[in-house]
C-alpha cells in the first residue's frame, strides 16, 4: 500500500509553499471549545504563521456546508451540554427545525470569521483558492474510499489535496499538486502515501509553551498558555 505520510508540526516545521485546509482544520482554527483547548490554540498560531507567509492555500468547495454543520453541532452540544456526538444526533432528528432556528446566526457569525480569515490570507496578494469538485477528483476519492477506507468527505478533501493540476483549477495551470495538508482528522493518521505530509502536530502544553516563549508579547493569542499563567 505504500509507506506512511509524514507528520508536520504547525509550531516549529518550515512552512510549505502550498497546502491544502481539511474542513476539520477550519473548525479547530475558529471555533474554540474547552476541551480542546490545545488543538484550538496551535491551530490559530499557525494559521498566524501562514498570515505572515507566501505559502498558497487551497481548500475544497465541500468545506463550506461541512463547516456549517459542525458549527451548529458545537453550538448544540455547548447549549444543551452534551459530551457525546450521539446526543446531538438525536436532538437534531427532534428538533432539526428549531435548531437551525435557534443557531442560524452562531453559523453565520462563523462563516464570516472565515471569510475574515481568508481576507488576511490574501491581504497582500491571491494566494486562496477554492477547488470545485470535478470528475478526476470525484474518480479519484471513489478509489481513496476503497483504498484507505476513508468516509466519502474525507475522501474528497484527500483527492482535492493530491490532484493534478491543473485539472482543479484553471487559473493556476502550471501549480503543482498541493502534498500538504493541514487536518487533525485522526483518518488521516494512517494514510499511507510517501509524498503526502500532513500537519497535526503540536498540539499539546509543551510545544505551545515552548513556541510562545519565543514569540513577543503582541504575537501571544489573548488566551494562550503563557498569558493565562500570569
Known amino acids: 500500500m505504500g ?15 502550498t497546502i491544502y485546509f481539511d474542513t476539520n482544520f477550519v473548525v479547530y482554527s475558529l471555533i474554540k471549545q474547552k476541551k480542546h483547548y490545545y488543538k484550538n490554540l496551535s491551530c490559530r498560531y499557525f494559521i498566524d504563521r501562514l498570515i505572515n507567509s507566501k ?16 458549527a451548529l453541532k458545537i453550538a448544540i452540544a455547548k447549549n444543551m451540554g452534551y459530551k457525546e ?7 437534531l432528528k427532534k428538533h432539526k427545525k428549531e435548531a437551525i432556528e435557534k443557531y442560524v446566526n452562531f453559523i453565520k457569525e462563523m462563516q464570516d470569521n472565515f471569510d475574515e480569515l481568508m481576507n488576511k490570507l490574501n491581504e497582500k ?5 477554492v477547488i470545485e469538485t470535478s470528475r478526476a477528483i470525484s474518480e479519484k476519492a471513489m478509489r481513496f474510499m476503497e483504498d484507505y477506507q476513508l468516509l466519502s468527505y474525507d475522501a474528497v478533501h484527500f483527492a482535492s489535496a493530491t490532484i493534478k493540476m491543473p485539472s482543479a483549477i484553471e487559473e493556476q495551470p502550471d501549480k503543482p499538486s498541493v502534498f500538504d495538508i ?8 494512517w494514510v499511507k502515501c510517501k509524498d503526502l505530509n500532513v500537519w497535526n502536530r503540536g ?25 493565562s499563567l500570569k
Do not use: M
Open 125 to 129: 496578494e491571491q494566494r486562496v483558492y
Open 182 to 189: 493541514a487536518t487533525l482528522d485522526s483518518d488521516f493518521e
Open 85 to 91: 456526538e450521539g446526543q446531538v444526533y438525536n436532538y
Open 3 to 17: 509507506s506512511p505520510a509524514k507528520h508536520k508540526n504547525f509550531l516549529t516545521d518550515s512552512l510549505p509553499n
Open 55 to 70: 505559502t498558497k492555500i487551497y481548500f475544497s468547495a465541500i468545506i463550506f456546508p461541512e463547516f456549517w454543520y459542525s
Open 203 to 227: 498540539c499539546d502544553y509543551k510545544s505551545i509553551l515552548k513556541y510562545e516563549k519565543g514569540l513577543k508579547k503582541e504575537k501571544l493569542q489573548p488566551d494562550g498558555i503563557l498569558l
